[in-house]
């Protein structure tokens, strides 16, 4: 890997970071809502506190002092102070990660299972009955949305068949294999409904290129030196085709970060995207703006590391 493409990579997106800070900061802060509204309309709250309050936190300051305020807190590692849950942001947003990372951590996994197998081996056996009824269910898997399939797994198995719990809980008691069997079977549906939905269209994505590429001459030029196909096929066809799949796959890990926000929803995972979604009700932008700033940096990031695996994944790649 040429370090001077990582340096430049690296020194381009520090002004992308910084121009994507200034509009989320200024969006954020034209926006209409009071963060201490309902302070306002608390009788039994002072004004005088109320201004005390908008004063220590800089609300009535101009946007670009507030912004650099800002700036140079989140550099100092200070992420803020939330206005609804009266901590930090950084801890609360600890508190989240977590449940964000086990349930869609576990959703990429299973959609990266289902799609890697399925797509190779839908591609080698092109138009076979195989390849059709996995072309019909993928389509079907990304065509209807999360929040569809969720209320039918809900109805299904939690109500019809009360096999499975709809509502997500942090705080379960109990120790030993009960606690780990109730874990387990509260993040079976929303792990299914987010890895089957990830799963389907990177089916397609793994099944479109390795067509691609099995058909290319140094594959055949492989398969007449001897090769046999399981090894033409893993180490030849598979890597090659991987190509375009990463870029897929690593735009799609900062949403493990920043959790689904629509499958929290519907299931009540106390992860970061029902977090996101409570602060822009309640119009908390200290934690609006961290969220979506460390979501920005995450793409950005995972960015990079899939143009550095296309190096490891294909020598004629070069680094300039």
Known sequence: ????????????????????SIVLFTVLAMAPGDPFEELATNPNIPPEVRLALRAKF?????????????????????????????????????QRLPTTLWVLGLAQILGLAVALPVGIYAAIRPYSLFDQI???????????????TGILFILF???????????????ISGSGWR???????????????????????????????????IRLDYINTARAKGLSEKVTILKHVVRNALIPVVTLIALQIPGIFTGAVITEQIFRVPGIGSLLITSILANDTPVIM?????????????NLVADLLYGWLDPRISYR
């Open 290 to 302: 961290a969220i979506t700033f460390v979501f920005s940096c995450l793409v950005v990031l995972f």
């Open 58 to 94: 800089g609300l009535d300051d101009p946007i670009w002092s507030r912004y650099l305020h800002w700036l140079f807190a989140m550099l100092h590692g200070d992420w803020g102070f939330s206005f609804v849950s009266r901590i930090d942001v950084g801890t609360l947003i600890l």
């Open 179 to 213: 606690w780990y069997w109730e874990n387990i079977r509260q993040v079976i549906m929303p792990v299914t409904v987010l890895g089957l939905a990830q799963g389907a269209a990177m089916t397609r994505y793994m099944r479109s290129a390795v067509l691609e590429v």
């Open 1 to 20: 890997m040429n370090r001077q493409y990582l340096m430049r990579r690296v020194l381009i997106a520090l002004p992308s970071l910084l121009g994507i």
């Open 157 to 171: 198995f939690s109500i019809y068949l009360d096999w499975l719990p709809f509502i997500y809980r942090a705080d």
């Open 134 to 148: 996995s072309t019909t269910f993928a389509f079907i898997g990304f065509s209807l949305p999360t929040f569809f």
